[in-house]
Structures are given as C-alpha cells and as structure tokens.
Antibody, heavy 117, light 107 residues
Framework: EVRLVESGGGFVKPGGSLRLSCAAS????????MTWVRQAPGKGLEWVGR??????????EYAAPVTGRFTISRDDSTNTLYLQMNSLKTEDTAFYFC????????WGQGTLVTVSS | IVLTQSPGTLSLSPGERATLSCKAS???????LAWFQRMPGQAPRLLIY???NRATGIPDRFSGSGSGTDFTLTISRLEPEDFAVYYC?????????FGQGTKVEIK
C-alpha cells in the first residue's frame, strides 16, 4: 500500500524554525519526484516546492513566497522527505502535505503549522 | 502558468452530471495536469493525473479530458460524498500552480 505520513508540525513564533518530515512507503521512493503543498485556513491549495529524484539531479524548486526561507531535502536510505522552514511568518500558517505523482500518485494526511506570537 | 477554473461554484443535485473547467494561460507540457478533491479535515485526494488518468481507487464516474490549455473534469452522476472543492494543478513547469478551485455544492 502506498503511504505518506507527515510529522513535525506545531506551534512556532514568527522568525522561528520548524522541520517537517514525510515518511514514504509502498513505492520506489528513490525514483519519485516529491512535492510539498500547503493550505492556509480559508484559502486554496498552494504549491510550496519539490525535489527531483537523484537520477534527475535532486534539483529543488520553490514557490516565490518561500524561496530563501524553506529547504526541501530527501533521504533515500530511509524513504523520508523533509521540509526545513526558517524565518517563519504568520502567513505560513497552514496544513502542509507531501505528495508525489510517481506511479498513480499519493498524498499524505498533512501536518498543521501555526505561526503566531 | 496561470490556471483559471470555472465556474467558481456549481450547484447541482445528487445524480446530476458535473462539468468543471480548467483553462491554462499557456500550453501545459506533456498534459501534466491533475485534479484534486478537497474536503475539510481530509488529505487532498488525487483524482486524475496526466489530464485523463484516474488515480488508484478513484471511481469511474470521475473522468478527465483535454489537452494544451483546456481541461475538463466530469463527474457523471454526483454521489453525496462528491460535494466538495475541486482543484486543478499543472505539475510540469515550476512553479507548479493550482487553480483557484470550484466548489460543487448541493442544490
């Protein structure tokens, strides 16, 4: 069974940092391009960024609002995707989801990040 | 690539057919266009990828079509659990943009 499970969300003050994890199973993680998206309260889905597979250079790409503050990485030895979030702002408050279009696709249940003073 | 979904809200009754549109500001390479269903408290549910391929476990009442700049999600006969918000996303070119969503509500 294809499964993605996010963790690491929580409450943080503006300017703080948080690292989210996404544990993958049930598919060949090494070959998958992995994505983070988010949804703020009352807003639509927003793409955060993605990381390509190692064979594709492990290139990362980011949405403009998070460029320079967020970093996506992966550990293919443990089938884990990460999102390091620094210099957090109140507008980063959202549910964060990891996902992939590899195979027939899979998306996790999400983890809530709240940025507030 | 800017994605524009229409209509913003679709008011229909169970059993009716729903047709949702997603128009791209430029051609989506390789038809890398997906449709998601979003319900409160639940994960984004991938319905369609590659414009017309149903994801695993998605009922055949959901179908995707289109290419280039014009894409459509059709729900042939609405079930009660289908009333939700639907988003299209192009996932070829960074930034991998979403449309603003179409809400399918019970009439």
């Amino acid at each position: 069974e294809v499964r993605l499970v996010e963790s690491g969300g929580g409450f943080v003050k503006p300017g703080g940092s948080l690292r989210l994890s996404c544990a993958a199973s049930g598919f060949t993680f090494t070959n998958a391009w992995m994505t983070w998206v988010r949804q703020a309260p009352g807003k639509g889905l927003e793409w955060v960024g993605r990381i390509k597979s190692k064979t594709a250079g492990e290139t990362t790409e980011y949405a403009a609002p998070v460029t320079g503050r967020f970093t996506i990485s992966r550990d293919d030895s443990t089938n884990t995707l990460y999102l390091q979030m620094n210099s957090l702002k109140t507008e980063d408050t959202a549910f964060y989801f990891c996902g992939t279009f590899y195979g027939s696709g899979a998306w996790g249940q999400g983890t809530l990040v709240t940025v507030s003073s | 690539i800017v994605l524009t979904q229409s209509p913003g809200t679709l008011s229909l009754s169970p059993g009716e057919r729903a047709t949702l549109s997603c128009k791209a500001s430029q051609s989506v390479p390789n038809n890398h266009l997906a449709w998601f269903q979003r319900m409160p408290g639940q994960a984004p549910r991938l319905l369609i990828y590659g414009a017309s391929n149903r994801a695993t476990g998605i009922p055949d009442r959901f179908s995707g079509s289109g290419s280039g700049t014009d894409f459509t999600l059709t729900i042939s006969r609405l079930e009660p659990e289908d009333f939700a918000v639907y988003y299209c996303q192009q996932y070829h070119v960074s930034p991998c943009t979403f449309g603003q969503g179409t809400k399918v509500e019970i009439k």
